[in-house]
Protein backbone atom coordinates (compact mmCIF):
# COMPACT_ATOMS: atom_id res chain seq x y z
CA UNK A 1 0.00 0.00 0.00
CA UNK A 2 2.70 2.40 0.50
CA UNK A 3 4.46 1.52 -2.87
CA UNK A 4 1.25 2.18 -4.68
CA UNK A 5 0.50 5.43 -2.53
CA UNK A 6 4.53 6.92 -3.39
CA UNK A 7 3.38 5.55 -7.38
CA UNK A 8 -0.19 7.95 -6.81
CA UNK A 9 1.92 10.90 -5.81
CA UNK A 10 4.34 10.59 -8.62
CA UNK A 11 1.55 10.34 -10.97
CA UNK A 12 0.61 13.83 -10.03
CA UNK A 13 3.58 14.95 -10.21
CA UNK A 14 4.24 13.64 -13.56
CA UNK A 15 1.19 14.53 -14.92
CA UNK A 16 1.09 11.08 -15.56
CA UNK A 17 -1.66 8.18 -17.19
CA UNK A 18 -0.02 4.84 -16.06
CA UNK A 19 -1.67 2.26 -18.45
CA UNK A 20 -1.86 -1.17 -18.01
CA UNK A 21 -2.55 -4.59 -20.35
CA UNK A 22 -4.76 -7.39 -18.54
CA UNK A 23 -1.91 -9.45 -18.73
CA UNK A 24 0.09 -7.93 -16.19
CA UNK A 25 0.21 -8.50 -12.29
CA UNK A 26 -2.94 -8.05 -10.43
CA UNK A 27 -1.00 -5.27 -8.08
CA UNK A 28 -0.61 -3.45 -11.75
CA UNK A 29 -3.92 -3.94 -13.10
CA UNK A 30 -4.99 -2.32 -9.76
CA UNK A 31 -2.70 0.45 -9.57
CA UNK A 32 -3.60 1.63 -13.17
CA UNK A 33 -5.37 4.62 -14.67
CA UNK A 34 -6.49 2.31 -17.43
CA UNK A 35 -6.09 -1.15 -18.34
CA UNK A 36 -7.15 -2.72 -21.33
CA UNK A 37 -6.28 -5.00 -24.76
CA UNK A 38 -3.87 -3.77 -27.04
CA UNK A 39 -6.89 -1.50 -29.43
CA UNK A 40 -7.75 0.42 -26.33
CA UNK A 41 -4.80 0.69 -24.50
CA UNK A 42 -3.42 2.62 -28.28
CA UNK A 43 -6.83 4.22 -28.69
CA UNK A 44 -6.08 5.77 -24.86
CA UNK A 45 -2.60 6.58 -26.08
CA UNK A 46 -3.75 8.36 -28.86
CA UNK A 47 -6.46 10.75 -26.67
CA UNK A 48 -4.85 10.91 -23.48
CA UNK A 49 -3.71 14.72 -22.12
CA UNK A 50 -1.24 14.19 -19.60
CA UNK A 51 2.26 14.99 -20.04
CA UNK A 52 4.18 11.26 -19.27
CA UNK A 53 2.33 7.82 -20.53
CA UNK A 54 3.83 4.73 -18.42
CA UNK A 55 3.05 1.75 -20.21
CA UNK A 56 2.99 -1.37 -18.12
CA UNK A 57 3.04 -4.14 -21.38
CA UNK A 58 5.40 -4.80 -23.07
CA UNK A 59 7.84 -2.97 -25.64
CA UNK A 60 6.01 -2.78 -29.02
CA UNK A 61 2.95 -0.97 -26.51
CA UNK A 62 5.30 1.44 -25.35
CA UNK A 63 6.57 2.18 -28.74
CA UNK A 64 3.29 2.51 -30.54
CA UNK A 65 2.53 5.34 -27.73
CA UNK A 66 5.63 6.91 -28.35
CA UNK A 67 4.71 6.77 -31.87
CA UNK A 68 1.19 8.56 -31.29
CA UNK A 69 2.99 10.69 -29.35
CA UNK A 70 6.25 12.21 -29.72
CA UNK A 71 5.96 15.04 -27.56
CA UNK A 72 5.29 12.99 -24.72
CA UNK A 73 7.71 11.17 -22.42
CA UNK A 74 6.38 7.53 -22.47
CA UNK A 75 7.79 4.94 -19.77
CA UNK A 76 8.25 1.28 -19.87
CA UNK A 77 9.13 -0.16 -16.16
CA UNK A 78 10.95 -2.67 -17.84
CA UNK A 79 12.75 -2.16 -21.42
CA UNK A 80 13.56 -6.22 -21.35
CA UNK A 81 9.98 -6.47 -21.86
CA UNK A 82 9.40 -7.89 -25.21
CA UNK A 83 7.24 -10.34 -27.35
CA UNK A 84 8.30 -13.36 -28.60
CA UNK A 85 5.81 -12.54 -31.68
CA UNK A 86 7.37 -9.59 -32.57
CA UNK A 87 10.85 -11.02 -32.09
CA UNK A 88 9.76 -14.11 -34.44
CA UNK A 89 9.19 -11.26 -37.13
CA UNK A 90 12.78 -9.38 -37.56
CA UNK A 91 12.31 -6.29 -40.32
CA UNK A 92 15.30 -7.66 -42.60
CA UNK A 93 14.00 -10.82 -43.05
CA UNK A 94 10.41 -9.31 -43.31
CA UNK A 95 11.21 -6.74 -45.59
CA UNK A 96 12.99 -9.63 -47.89
CA UNK A 97 9.66 -11.20 -47.38
CA UNK A 98 7.57 -8.22 -48.40
CA UNK A 99 9.37 -7.79 -51.54
CA UNK A 100 9.13 -11.13 -52.51
CA UNK A 101 5.34 -10.41 -52.57
CA UNK A 102 4.90 -6.86 -54.73
CA UNK A 103 1.68 -5.35 -54.74
CA UNK A 104 0.05 -6.98 -51.41
CA UNK A 105 -1.99 -4.86 -48.65
CA UNK A 106 0.13 -5.19 -45.68
CA UNK A 107 -2.34 -5.85 -42.89
CA UNK A 108 0.86 -5.89 -39.70
CA UNK A 109 -0.76 -7.11 -35.87
CA UNK A 110 0.01 -4.92 -33.52
CA UNK A 111 1.84 -7.24 -32.03
CA UNK A 112 5.32 -6.50 -33.68
CA UNK A 113 8.60 -4.25 -33.56
CA UNK A 114 8.11 -0.08 -35.12
CA UNK A 115 10.36 -1.28 -37.60
CA UNK A 116 7.98 -3.43 -38.83
CA UNK A 117 4.69 -1.25 -38.48
CA UNK A 118 6.51 1.24 -40.64
CA UNK A 119 6.34 -1.33 -43.96
CA UNK A 120 3.02 -1.92 -42.97
CA UNK A 121 -0.35 -0.32 -44.58
CA UNK A 122 -2.65 -0.67 -41.86
CA UNK A 123 -1.96 -1.96 -38.37
CA UNK A 124 -4.73 -4.39 -36.67
CA UNK A 125 -5.34 -5.72 -33.51
CA UNK A 126 -7.20 -8.78 -32.49
CA UNK A 127 -10.24 -7.09 -31.60
CA UNK A 128 -10.31 -5.28 -35.40
CA UNK A 129 -8.60 -7.81 -37.31
CA UNK A 130 -11.68 -8.95 -39.26
CA UNK A 131 -13.08 -5.67 -39.27
CA UNK A 132 -9.93 -3.92 -40.99
CA UNK A 133 -9.04 -6.95 -43.19
CA UNK A 134 -12.89 -6.16 -44.58
CA UNK A 135 -12.25 -3.11 -45.66
CA UNK A 136 -9.91 -3.79 -47.90
CA UNK A 137 -10.71 -3.90 -51.19
CA UNK A 138 -11.37 -6.98 -52.85
CA UNK A 139 -9.00 -6.97 -55.64
CA UNK A 140 -6.32 -6.51 -53.40
CA UNK A 141 -3.75 -9.35 -52.49
CA UNK A 142 -3.26 -9.56 -48.36
CA UNK A 143 -0.03 -10.10 -46.74
CA UNK A 144 -0.76 -10.60 -42.92
CA UNK A 145 1.74 -10.49 -40.24
CA UNK A 146 3.17 -11.57 -37.96
CA UNK A 147 0.52 -13.90 -35.88
CA UNK A 148 -0.36 -17.07 -38.63
CA UNK A 149 -3.00 -18.39 -36.19
CA UNK A 150 -4.70 -15.23 -36.24
CA UNK A 151 -4.10 -14.55 -39.99
CA UNK A 152 -5.89 -18.34 -40.11
CA UNK A 153 -8.97 -17.17 -37.86
CA UNK A 154 -9.25 -14.02 -39.91
CA UNK A 155 -9.45 -15.76 -43.31
CA UNK A 156 -12.37 -18.03 -41.93
CA UNK A 157 -14.35 -15.01 -40.94
CA UNK A 158 -13.58 -12.64 -43.98
CA UNK A 159 -13.33 -15.69 -46.49
CA UNK A 160 -10.09 -13.32 -47.97
CA UNK A 161 -7.16 -15.44 -48.86
CA UNK A 162 -4.08 -13.93 -47.24
CA UNK A 163 -0.42 -14.69 -47.39
CA UNK A 164 0.54 -15.45 -43.91
CA UNK A 165 3.86 -14.56 -41.99
CA UNK A 166 4.94 -17.65 -40.59
CA UNK A 167 4.53 -16.29 -36.89
CA UNK A 168 3.05 -17.37 -33.61
CA UNK A 169 2.85 -16.55 -29.75
CA UNK A 170 4.91 -18.40 -27.96
CA UNK A 171 2.20 -18.58 -24.82
CA UNK A 172 -1.15 -18.67 -26.94
CA UNK A 173 0.62 -21.97 -28.98
CA UNK A 174 1.27 -24.22 -25.41
CA UNK A 175 -1.96 -24.36 -24.80
CA UNK A 176 -2.99 -28.17 -25.10
CA UNK A 177 -5.77 -29.51 -27.05
CA UNK A 178 -5.40 -32.57 -25.12
CA UNK A 179 -5.89 -30.91 -21.98
CA UNK A 180 -8.60 -28.68 -22.90
CA UNK A 181 -10.89 -31.76 -23.94
CA UNK A 182 -9.74 -33.14 -20.70
CA UNK A 183 -10.98 -29.83 -18.87
CA UNK A 184 -14.39 -30.15 -20.78
CA UNK A 185 -15.20 -33.73 -19.92
CA UNK A 186 -14.57 -32.66 -16.63
CA UNK A 187 -16.63 -29.80 -16.41
CA UNK A 188 -18.91 -30.54 -18.93
CA UNK A 189 -21.36 -27.19 -18.03
CA UNK A 190 -18.22 -24.71 -18.76
CA UNK A 191 -18.09 -22.54 -21.81
CA UNK A 192 -14.64 -22.09 -23.42
CA UNK A 193 -13.48 -18.66 -24.20
CA UNK A 194 -10.38 -18.57 -26.16
CA UNK A 195 -8.14 -15.91 -27.72
CA UNK A 196 -7.46 -16.58 -31.61
CA UNK A 197 -3.32 -16.18 -31.14
CA UNK A 198 -4.27 -20.43 -30.65
CA UNK A 199 -3.84 -22.76 -32.76
CA UNK A 200 -6.86 -24.44 -35.22
CA UNK A 201 -6.90 -27.40 -32.95
CA UNK A 202 -7.81 -25.42 -29.61
CA UNK A 203 -9.76 -23.04 -31.21
CA UNK A 204 -12.05 -25.85 -32.42
CA UNK A 205 -12.87 -27.05 -29.23
CA UNK A 206 -14.07 -23.04 -28.47
CA UNK A 207 -17.43 -21.84 -27.78
CA UNK A 208 -16.09 -18.12 -28.31
CA UNK A 209 -13.63 -16.87 -30.08
CA UNK A 210 -11.95 -13.06 -29.35
CA UNK A 211 -9.72 -10.28 -28.11
CA UNK A 212 -8.92 -10.68 -24.60
CA UNK A 213 -11.46 -7.20 -24.30
CA UNK A 214 -13.99 -9.65 -25.93
CA UNK A 215 -13.24 -12.28 -24.06
CA UNK A 216 -14.32 -10.33 -20.67
CA UNK A 217 -16.97 -8.76 -21.80
CA UNK A 218 -18.63 -12.69 -22.90
CA UNK A 219 -17.97 -14.08 -19.25
CA UNK A 220 -19.52 -10.87 -18.11
CA UNK A 221 -22.72 -10.44 -19.54
CA UNK A 222 -23.35 -14.39 -19.98
CA UNK A 223 -25.45 -15.90 -18.37
CA UNK A 224 -23.09 -19.11 -17.63
CA UNK A 225 -21.28 -19.45 -14.32
CA UNK A 226 -18.07 -21.56 -15.33
CA UNK A 227 -15.53 -20.68 -17.99
CA UNK A 228 -12.96 -21.99 -19.27
CA UNK A 229 -10.34 -19.10 -20.28
CA UNK A 230 -7.49 -20.30 -23.47
CA UNK A 231 -5.40 -17.10 -23.29
CA UNK A 232 -2.90 -15.31 -21.02
CA UNK A 233 -4.50 -16.05 -17.27
CA UNK A 234 -3.94 -12.00 -16.22
CA UNK A 235 -7.04 -11.50 -17.82
CA UNK A 236 -8.92 -13.72 -14.67
CA UNK A 237 -8.05 -11.03 -12.52
CA UNK A 238 -10.53 -8.76 -14.35
CA UNK A 239 -12.94 -11.60 -14.75
CA UNK A 240 -13.27 -12.09 -11.36
CA UNK A 241 -13.79 -8.62 -10.69
CA UNK A 242 -16.24 -7.96 -13.26
CA UNK A 243 -17.66 -11.45 -12.30
CA UNK A 244 -17.32 -12.15 -8.14
CA UNK A 245 -19.91 -14.89 -8.39
CA UNK A 246 -18.43 -17.13 -11.28
CA UNK A 247 -15.43 -19.18 -11.83
CA UNK A 248 -12.85 -19.37 -14.20
CA UNK A 249 -10.63 -22.29 -14.97
CA UNK A 250 -7.47 -21.54 -16.73
CA UNK A 251 -6.26 -24.57 -18.49
CA UNK A 252 -2.55 -25.73 -18.04
CA UNK A 253 0.11 -26.81 -21.00
CA UNK A 254 0.90 -29.73 -22.22
CA UNK A 255 3.58 -31.14 -19.98
CA UNK A 256 1.88 -29.10 -16.72
CA UNK A 257 4.25 -26.25 -16.47
CA UNK A 258 2.72 -22.84 -16.01
CA UNK A 259 3.84 -21.93 -19.67
CA UNK A 260 0.59 -20.23 -20.32
CA UNK A 261 1.68 -17.24 -18.42
CA UNK A 262 3.81 -14.51 -20.48
CA UNK A 263 7.06 -14.27 -18.75
CA UNK A 264 7.85 -10.70 -20.91
CA UNK A 265 4.40 -9.42 -19.11
CA UNK A 266 5.85 -10.37 -16.06
CA UNK A 267 8.81 -8.48 -15.95
CA UNK A 268 7.25 -4.97 -14.56
CA UNK A 269 7.09 -5.53 -11.27
CA UNK A 270 5.22 -2.65 -8.70
CA UNK A 271 9.04 -2.01 -7.54
CA UNK A 272 9.99 -0.91 -11.19
CA UNK A 273 6.77 0.46 -12.05
CA UNK A 274 7.76 3.19 -9.01
CA UNK A 275 11.71 3.21 -9.87
CA UNK A 276 10.83 3.91 -13.62
CA UNK A 277 8.71 7.26 -12.95
CA UNK A 278 11.13 8.41 -9.95
CA UNK A 279 13.92 8.12 -12.08
CA UNK A 280 11.77 9.18 -15.71
CA UNK A 281 13.81 6.23 -17.13
CA UNK A 282 13.90 3.42 -19.34
CA UNK A 283 12.16 5.57 -21.72
CA UNK A 284 11.11 5.26 -24.93
CA UNK A 285 12.82 6.69 -28.18
CA UNK A 286 12.52 7.24 -32.04
CA UNK A 287 13.97 8.55 -34.48
CA UNK A 288 11.49 11.15 -36.24
CA UNK A 289 11.70 9.76 -39.76
CA UNK A 290 10.84 6.25 -38.70
CA UNK A 291 8.08 7.60 -36.27
CA UNK A 292 6.24 9.18 -39.08
CA UNK A 293 6.55 5.53 -41.08
CA UNK A 294 4.88 3.60 -38.96
CA UNK A 295 2.36 6.31 -37.73
CA UNK A 296 0.25 6.41 -41.27
CA UNK A 297 -0.53 2.53 -40.93
CA UNK A 298 -1.62 3.32 -37.31
CA UNK A 299 -3.59 5.88 -37.86
CA UNK A 300 -5.90 4.33 -40.26
CA UNK A 301 -6.44 1.84 -37.99
CA UNK A 302 -7.83 3.83 -35.63
CA UNK A 303 -9.77 5.24 -38.88
CA UNK A 304 -11.42 2.41 -39.20
CA UNK A 305 -12.15 1.30 -35.91
Known sequence: MDLENKIQKLKRELNAVVLAHYYQESEIQDCADFVGDSLALAQQAAQTTADTIVFCGVHFMAETAKILNPGKLVLLPDLNAGCSLADR??????AAF???????????????????KAQSDVICT???????????PQN??????????LGRYVMQQTGRDMLLWPGSCIVHEMFSEKKLVQLKHENPQALVVAHPECEE????????????????ERVTRGVESLFIVVTEPGILHQMKKAAPHKQFISPPADNGCPCN????????????????????????????????????????????S
Open 201 to 216: AVLMHADFIGSTAQLL
Open 140 to 149: RPILFAPDRH
Open 261 to 304: TCPHMKLNTMEKLFACMKNRSPQLELPEAFRQKALAPLKLMLEW
Open 98 to 116: KAQHEGCFVVTYVNSSAAV
Open 126 to 136: SSNAVKIVSRI
Open 89 to 94: CPPEAF
